[in-house]
């Protein structure tokens, strides 16, 4: 598209993705196809949350065309914590299975009998951390996965110097993504040049394949991973890892044999404290964050809404306050912001009822607080999701 007027003209570039894609020529995990490949499924726990007691997968071994059976605790040593982007504070070396597992061949997910105990799930985040709910990880003996406090001057003195102060809570709900493409992995051990080849639908290829060098012993030169067309990322392909990423190249290795699978379908209290004139002198901000049954990605969604409460807006004051509790919910993923829209979002709606309050024009109580564009570079005096200090390097949020 060009653009008429001005001396110059703009044009988009071509992509050169799209002729593959427009034609049917692109290759997604799905299509790989390797001699002697095996098809793996899992078996997925009919309880959010169970121990279990046993499980045989004797029957399936028996059926025909079924190579092998894995239980988590076939694993061994390999089964252990995976590293973290952003990690909580340390609380326990290993959490134990005890509500998984993984076995080869879809068809024969019927044949294994698993000896599962209900236990009552915690679904409510402000219940999890009850004395009295139902701990997920009897090992930590508590819900809590973390707790982090960030501070800068005194809310406290800001409040009292305050001509209104809004106060609301929020409840922000979970979402999910659906890309055209569900997750997927191929796997294929090479016996000859001892090399590993992964194609995996992952938005981090070399994240992924450093670390299945670390676990598996093996060189990061004799790994690779192929992230081919991945039919839409989002953020929670990003992750880092998956049990599937972490067993298939395991068992392709055992085996001798290539391995493929393919997902299925089925498968905050705050407070802002401002002067008549609507400039805010310091905000209170506490949350809880609900992490899931696991904490994989670790701190980075509830860090970074934190962090981007803050906004373009000068904050002299700031306490933020988060709890991060495991529930019996599906994991915790970014998403298409990482957690930054869900500070906006509070933020922004502080300011929306602030000016109904003051009476001042919703534009003109953001204008009027605005960081200053002398005042950059402006250190917001809070630390953010890679442990550096918070810097806006510059800007101008004025309209000119």
Not at 60 to 81: F, I, M, N, Q, S
Not at 306 to 321: F, I, M
Request: overall charge negative; aromatic content about 8%; charged content about 25%.
């Amino acid at each position: 598209m060009a653009r008429a007027g001005g001396d110059r003209a703009h044009t988009s570039p071509k992509r050169s993705e799209d002729p593959r894609l427009l034609t049917g020529r692109a290759l997604f995990v799905d299509d790989v196809h390797l001699e002697g490949m095996l098809h793996v499924a899992f078996l997925r726990s009919d309880f959010a949350h169970a121990r279990i007691n046993s499980v045989d997968v004797a029957a399936a071994l028996e059926r025909p065309g079924v190579v092998a059976a894995y239980t988590a605790w076939d694993l061994g040593d390999y089964w252990k914590p995976g590293p973290l982007l952003v990690a909580p504070p340390p609380t326990i070396e290993r959490l134990e299975f005890n509500t998984a597992t993984h076995v080869v061949a879809e068809d024969a997910l019927a044949d294994i009998v698993v000896d599962l105990e209900p236990l009552d799930a915690v679904v409510d985040i402000e219940k999890a951390l009850d004395p009295e709910a139902p701990i997920i990880h009897d090992e930590l003996a508590t819900n809590l996965a973390a707790h982090v406090i960030q501070e800068k001057d005194s809310y406290e003195e800001a409040r009292s110097q305050a001509h209104l102060v809004v106060r609301r809570r929020f409840e922000y709900d979970r979402g999910a993504s659906a890309p055209m493409e569900n997750r997927g992995i191929v796997a294929r051990w090479d016996e000859m040049s001892q090399e590993l080849t992964v194609w995996d639908t992952t938005q981090a290829p070399i994240p992924i394949r450093n670390g299945l060098a670390a676990m598996l012993g093996l060189l990061e030169s004799q790994v690779r991973v192929i992230a081919p067309f991945i039919g839409g990322g989002f953020g929670p392909k990003i992750m880092m890892f998956y049990p599937e990423e972490v067993l298939l190249p395991w068992a392709a290795m055992r085996l001798g044999r290539p391995l493929k699978w393919i997902e299925d379908r089925q498968e905050s209290f705050v407070g802002l404290a401002l002067d008549q004139d609507g400039r805010i002198l310091g905000v209170k901000d506490v949350f809880i964050h609900d992490s899931g049954a696991f904490d994989p990605y670790g701190l980075t969604v509830p860090i970074n809404s934190q962090c981007t409460l803050l906004g373009p807006y000068e904050v002299p004051a700031y306490y933020s306050e988060f709890t991060v509790v495991f529930t019996n919910k599906t994991i915790v993923t970014p998403v298409r912001g990482a957690g930054r829209q869900h500070g906006v979002f509070v933020m922004e709606r502080l300011l929306d009822f602030a000016a109904r309050e003051l009476g001042i024009d919703r534009v003109e109580i953001r204008r009027r607080n605005f960081i200053d564009p002398e005042a950059f570079p402006h250190d917001h005096k809070i630390i953010f999701q890679d442990s550096a200090p918070l810097y806006y390097d510059s800007g101008n949020y004025q309209p000119s």
